[in-house]
Every structure is written in C-alpha cells, then in structure tokens.
C-alpha cells in the first residue's frame, strides 16, 4: 500500500533476508573479514553469531553471490533439532545427493565421494548451516567427523556455522564439544547497528526501491529509532514499514517523532496482546466428586437419534445459532444422569473394604455416564459451526 503511495518500486523493509538490500554497518565489515580470513584458510570451521533479525543470513547471501561456482560448491542447510542421521541426510541433499532410503553410513560415502570428485575437478567445498543453535550434540559432532574428510592432506570440506546467542555460549562451554573448538578457525559475534548507522540503514534501503525524498524524515527521529530497536537491522525494519503505512494512510509527506511514538505504542501494545494470549489457561472440566458410593443409574444404552440438520435460511441467519427443543431434552437427560450418578446417595459409615469395592464399580459406571454426556455435547457443537458460536 505505502509503496503505491509513495511511489517506491518495491518494498523497501521486508523481514525477510534479500542480499540485494544488504547494508554493510561496522559489525557486519568485521564479520567479512573474519570471513576472507576463514575461507583463505579453506578449513575447519567459521562461526557468526548474532541476536535474531542482526542480519547474519542477509550477509551470507550477499557473500554467496561472490562465489564463483567454477571455484567453489556450496551447499546450505537450515536446521531444526535433528539428530545425527537426519543432519547427515539433509548435508547430502545440500549438495545434490540423492541420499533418500539409505543409512546414515551409506548417505557419509556419497558425501565423501562428491567431496573427493570435486576436488579433483578443481574446486573447493563450504558448508552453511543456519540456525546452528538447534543441533544436537550428536549432529555436532557428525560435522566434526565431516571435517576430517581429506584428499592426502587436503581438507574437502569447509563450515561456515550462523547462530543465535546461545550457540556462542554452547560453543564456549560444553564439555564434549573441546574437539570442535579447537577446529574454529574464525569467530565473530555481529552486534547492533551504531546510533549513527539507523539513518544511513534506512536511506540505503529506501534508495534502492527509488526513494527521491519523498517522503522525508524528520532528522531527530533516527536516534528514538534506533532505541526502540535497540539496533537490530530486522526491528528497524519492522519500525520503519509501520511509519510509512501510517504516512501513506494520513497522506504524510515527512515521517516524524509523533508518528514513532504511536507506532511504538502499537507494537508494545501488540506485543502485550500477544503475552496475554499466549499466558491464557485453556478449558479445565469441573471436579467431580467421587465420594459417595452407591451406584448410579446407567446411562441409556443406545444414543438419541440425531436432531434434523437445519435448512440454509437457518444457517445463514444472523443470530447465533442455538439448539432445538430435541436437543435440549437430550442434554437436560444427560446432565440429569450425570447429576444423579455424582451426587448419588448418602454416604453411609459401613466397612472401608466394602466402600472401596462399591467406590471401583461405581467409578466404571460413572465414566460411561460422563462419556456419554460429553458425546452429546461434541455432537451438538460441531452441527453447522456452532462450535465457533460457543
């Protein structure tokens, strides 16, 4: 909508990676060198780490269209907490293997095999894995066991791991991983963008979708932006698509400090509405007090027949849709046996042994009596959307 408005030539803050946006900030310069520094070396393993939305794939992507695939052969995998015959599987379609049906001894043979002809064809291979903070120790170590593939002694294959906080911190302190550690050839953490970077960050972007000043930024509201984002490239992102939706529906020709605020208390507000939904407790059945012991009445044998299903008109009206008078006589007759088989009689003082056993068989009947209801219930709920009414 805003881009239409204002005339952009695509949408300038998207959320998700696209290295033809990349914006090199201090962080992410020396994230690429300790990359060339790593791939020089053509071995081990690189390791970038970062907080969520600090732009660790955008600037992999933006590395990868430097590559010269007559030199190099990459393959990359995003993870998700696989063990290590899964990792080794997905290793191998990274790279074109059809691996399907196969152990996990068979799919590292056709690895190796691949690494070994590329090298004789000249080429060198990198490994990417994504979201490195999910994998298990095992396919951590199926990685390491990977490192090992040589040619004499010509390393084939290279990693380069991308993670969020904790995979440093994993990295640093696990007990059984000291045998990785010692093959991480080049580290770095990319922090937050710097004060000075937001109004450059934003610029940038907007240049490339034909941004010609329209509309303008009041000067004062970049440093508000970068602490409301704390200097994350993605929250800058999402902060600055809300600013121009606003100046697109109010027809704002300059973005200014009023806006941010109520942008911010938006987002807070959301963000708020969100916790609340995620903390809300789901359904809980009443208690049903068990202690009395006489038995009750069963429940009948066979179900009512199902009430008539209503006609179109009454689907489409507009008042919430409600249960016929069959229906209601069945679930008052339900809820009376129910009401009947919880209650039940007095209790009476006779020996702990008789009242267990009469408590175990009226238990039996008592769940047939609840089932039964709860049938009922489900039957008339899911008749003609009436679950969403309730």
Not at 230 to 248: E, H, S
Not at 255 to 265: G, N, W
């Given at each position: 909508m ?42 081990g ?13 955008t ?22 907490n ?51 903070q ?80 329209y ?40 973005i ?35 202690s ?29 849709p ?55 219930l ?13």
């Amino acid at each position: 909508m805003f881009d239409q408005y204002y005339g952009f030539s695509g949408r300038p803050f998207q959320l998700t990676p696209d290295p033809n946006f990349y914006f090199e900030s201090i962080t992410h310069r020396k994230a690429l060198s300790y990359l060339g520094y790593g791939m020089a070396q053509g071995e081990g393993f690189i390791v970038i780490t970062g907080e969520i939305g600090a732009g660790k794939s955008t600037m992999v992507a933006h590395l990868m269209r430097k590559v010269d695939p007559e030199q190099m052969t990459v393959g990359q995998v995003v993870t998700s907490n696989l063990d290590g015959s899964e990792l080794v599987h997905l290793v191998a379609q990274s790279f074109g293997l059809d691996v399907a049906g196969q152990d996990k001894a068979s799919a590292l043979g056709a690895i190796e095999t691949f690494l070994h002809e590329e090298a004789r064809d000249g080429r060198r291979c990198l490994l990417v894995v994504d979201e490195a903070q999910n994998l298990s120790f095992e396919a951590l170590e199926e990685l390491r066991m990977m490192s090992n593939f040589q040619l004499g002694s010509h390393p084939l294959l290279q990693q380069l791991l991308l993670g969020q906080p904790e995979f440093k911190q994993t990295l640093a302190q696990h007990d059984r991983l000291e045998q990785l550690r010692q093959r991480v050839i080049a580290a770095h953490h990319l922090t937050a963008m710097e004060v000075q970077e937001v109004a450059p960050y934003i610029e940038h972007r907007l240049s490339l979708v034909n941004w010609k000043g329209y509309p303008s930024f009041d000067p004062k509201i970049f440093p508000k932006i970068h602490e409301a984002s704390g200097g994350i490239p993605r929250r800058v992102n999402q902060i600055a698509t809300r600013l121009l939706l606003m100046g697109a529906v109010e027809q704002r020709s300059q973005i200014d400090c009023a806006m941010l605020d109520q942008v911010v208390e938006e987002m807070a507000r959301d963000s708020r509405s969100e916790e609340a939904q995620e903390r809300k407790p789901a359904f809980s059945r009443p208690a049903i007090d068990l202690s009395s012991t006489s038995a009750p009445p069963r429940a009948p044998a066979s179900r009512p027949a199902p009430a008539p299903t209503p006609t179109p008109a009454q689907r489409d009206s507009s008042s919430p849709p409600r249960p016929n008078d069959d229906e209601m006589s069945d679930l008052r007759a339900a809820i009376a046996t129910l009401s009947r088989a919880i209650e039940g009689s007095p209790r009476t003082d006779g020996d702990l042994a008789k009242r267990v056993e009469a408590l175990e068989t009226r238990l039996e009947e008592q769940e047939q009596s609840v089932r039964y209801l709860l049938q009922l219930l489900i039957e008339w709920l899911d008749r003609d959307g009436r679950q969403k009414a309730a």
